[in-house]
């Protein structure tokens, strides 16, 4: 499994391969190479059974591949870990280094740092880590852009964009932080969000899809 292959199984199960059809544009744009490269790969995965090829549409991962992505998430996301609460990496800088570091890590290595770690079960930004199998443990999370006005939730999990990071950073959002959903300004506006202190926070209406929350009873 050299790194090439490796990027290409991610970008697939990243673009919802693992529930839908990915066409070879989308992956041309996501891993910026060229069409001819993303056909060679296609060819490769589809011989080693890691994608099915749909004709005049595109591929979706195998079991074996999803297997293999999530083996892969599970390697970047521990680095991420390590990253942030050994190295002092804030969570806008993990992804780089956790991307060049995850294609050099044995599976030794990895399973070494976990317990060193003490076993973490998300990463830097909420993700869930896979299991060392490549299974996904399940967890349910609601997108803040489906709460209502009054309903009280923290901040479980966020997009890994590294600009969007840097604007929640900005604005002091942080995992784990509680909020209540205080206004939501009508035509797709803002959501202002408020602590229990009366601390207010104004998020736009785009950044809301973005932001997973578990909702507190």
Not at 22 to 42: E, W, Y
């Amino acid at each position: 499994m050299t790194p090439n292959k490796e990027d290409f199984i991610k970008a697939i199960f990243e673009l919802g391969g693992k529930e839908k059809v990915v066409t070879n544009k989308d992956l041309v744009r996501m891993l910026s190479i060229s069409a001819a490269s993303v056909t060679d790969m296609n060819t490769r995965l589809l011989k080693e059974e890691l994608i099915t090829h749909l004709p005049y549409q595109g591929v979706m991962l195998t079991e074996k591949g999803l297997l293999i992505a999530n083996q892969l998430i599970r390697k970047h996301r521990i680095w991420e870990v390590f990253l942030a609460e050994k190295l002092g990496y804030d969570w806008n800088e993990v992804h780089a280094d956790a991307d060049l570091l995850e294609h050099v890590s044995s599976d030794l290595l990895i399973e070494r740092l976990n317990i060193f770690l003490e076993e973490p079960t998300f990463d830097p930004h909420g993700g869930v880590i896979p299991n060392q199998d490549g299974t996904v443990p399940e967890i349910h999370s609601t997108p803040l852009i489906e709460c209502k006005v009054g309903d009280r939730f923290k901040i479980q999990e966020v997009d890994d964009q590294e600009d969007f990071l840097e604007y929640l950073l900005y604005k002091k959002v942080h995992l784990g932080k509680e909020y209540t959903l205080a206004e939501i300004e009508p035509y797709d506006g803002p959501l202002t969000l408020e602590t229990s202190a009366g601390e207010k926070t104004v998020i736009g209406h785009k950044a809301a899809f973005k932001i997973f929350v578990d909702i507190i009873e």
